[in-house]
């Protein structure tokens, strides 16, 4: 068995699946409210109308793929730190620490420019009514005000996380969540005497949110007791471009990886455009649902890139290939129970996003793809976020994109717009790519995580590969 799981006592495994759970639910619980704000914006957009759905879908395309493209940079900030405390130099886990909120912030900011700069091509690429295209422009706009602030929580995210202190990452992020509601509704509808902007007062919602999830983390960090001994702030010094080089060598293959993952979704966005609003509509819903579901996985692989990076850090790979292999199992069960609930309530679902019959017929076939791609998407997450962990970035970032760009996004557009393989099958080709590019994703970094594990642990107990 991989990982030497079946050679452990259930009480080992039962006992590092308690750590896991208990550095992931919280940041399973924050990212679930951090992706459940694109729900909201979906959902209230979807009740004003298609095209205000439309427009958020698009809108929330390009700005979904800046940001986690950046937030994968970033993301080089958990094992970094990580393996600071693992190897017990807490001065260098401060330093970086500090350095990586300067980071964050000067990342998002060139983040904001990009997607400003992105509006003047896509005015010319979309094939949407005037007043579709305005309301996305708006939406991009309003987002991007937020990016710097986006990034610099991610700094901060990996700092506390780093610690064993994901609970006030939690609670910022529910009350975002929170405040994100109201914003929607009065942004949308016009009140207090603000412009009416529909659809794309969402974006603006989004923008102001980032902002206020940076400032109350970091108000929360500096003033809370269990943060004491390392203060972010107090090793604040002006920026460290060394450092910062160091954080780009590890964190760009990361970002790479996010992008081409993300960039699928998101290229099959625009590419959809030209099929109508209904369907463009459709997928963003079916997506944004699966989004949800994925915040399982992915908590799990930020909690192993902390564990591992830890274990790694202080030269214990037995201890970092075992709690790889307690992770992947925890991840897939759970990939397992969310299969079978997409499943059973795919109507139900649908109908939380739409009231048009049109939407709720073709994002029930759309969920069948979603639920078969549960175990896979849950595989190749929480492999990569181990791989992270031994700080091992830049083979997972070639299987994603051979998996993504190559079987995902190539396959897709021969199947959904073309009549080379078979007749053309529209969106339901895209969707039936994205089930075997992750597929093949889930079976290569599974392998690659497996192999580099036992070559470290080989290597520490001196054996000769």
Known sequence: MLFELNRATRHEILAEARQIARLALPMMIAQIAQVATGFVDTVMAGRVGTDDLAAVSLGASVFITVYVTLMGVVAALNPILSHHLGSGQTREFSR??????????????LGALLMLLLEAPLRHVLDLPPQVIDKVMLFITGAAIGMPAAMAHRALHAYASSLGHPKPIMVVSLLALALNIPLNYILIHGLFGLPKMGGAG?????????????LALLAYVSWHKAFRGNRVLASLAVPDWRRFAAFLK??????????????LFSFIALL???????????????LNFSSLIYMLPQSVATALSVRVGHHAGAGDYKAARFISGVGLAMGLAMAGAAMILVLLLREPIMRMYSEDPRVIAMGTTLLLFAAVYQLTDAAQTIASGALRGYKLTAIPMAIHIT?????????????????????????YGFWTAL??????????LTYYLARASRQRLRRDQGILL
Do not use: K, Y
Not at 202 to 214: K, P
Not at 275 to 284: D, F, I, N, P
Not at 405 to 422: E, H, M, Q, R, S
């Open 272 to 286: 959809i455009a030209e099929l109508g609003t209904v369907v463009v509509a459709t997928h963003q819903s079916v």
């Open 250 to 263: 590890l964190g760009t293959p990361i970002g790479l990886s996010f992008f081409v993952e993300v960039s």
């Open 96 to 109: 970086d620490a500090s350095q990586g909120l300067w980071f964050g912030l000067l990342l998002g900011t």
């Open 202 to 214: 969402c974006g603006w919602a989004t923008g102001i949110v980032f902002w206020f999830n940076c």
């Open 403 to 427: 998996s993504f760009w190559i079987a995902g996004l190539g396959l897709g557009i021969l199947l959904g717009l073309t009549d080379w393989i078979v007749p053309r099958m529209g969106i």
């Open 435 to 444: 089930v075997i590019s992750l597929t093949l994703a889930g079976l290569l």
